[in-house]
Nanobody
Framework: QVQLVESGGGLVQPGGSLRLSCAAS????????MGWYTQAPGKQRELAAG???????NYAGSVKGRFTISRDNAKNTVYLQMNSLKPEDTAVYYC???????????????WGQGTQVTVSS
């Protein structure tokens, strides 16, 4: 069994900052890509940022230059530093991790429970 536990969401004023964390635990042999999706009310889930095990990052155009993704492989944790937040960043943020539970096992995508980020004055 694998668990992804997120933390760091909340209410912030426009222009403010938040840092999200997502820690994976359980039966883990290796983790490939990790990252964050967002889902705003009435919209589909969209990739905000992803990062490979080697540290290569990619971002959605809407967050590039404002958000920074990073990971600590020793802690099986991925972070999302969000600066210059805008009301349109309001969404539920879901972390994901592509995890292999054993050396010959398949790689599966695991999801966190989601954390609400609200940007409002």
């Amino acid at each position: 069994q694998v668990q992804l536990v997120e933390s760091g969401g909340g209410l912030v004023q426009p222009g403010g900052s938040l840092r999200l964390s997502c820690a994976a635990s359980g039966n883990i042999f290796s983790i490939n890509d990790m990252g964050w999706y967002t889902q705003a009310p009435g919209k589909q889930r969209e990739l905000a940022a992803g990062i490979t095990s080697g540290g290569s990052a990619n971002y959605a155009g809407s967050v590039k230059g404002r958000f920074t993704i990073s990971r600590d492989n020793a802690k099986n944790t991925v972070y999302l530093q969000m600066n210059s937040l805008k009301p349109e960043d309001t969404a539920v943020y879901y972390c994901f991790a592509q995890i292999r539970a054993s050396v010959r096992g398949p790689t599966q995508t695991n999801w966190g429970q989601g954390t609400q980020v609200t940007v409002s004055s």
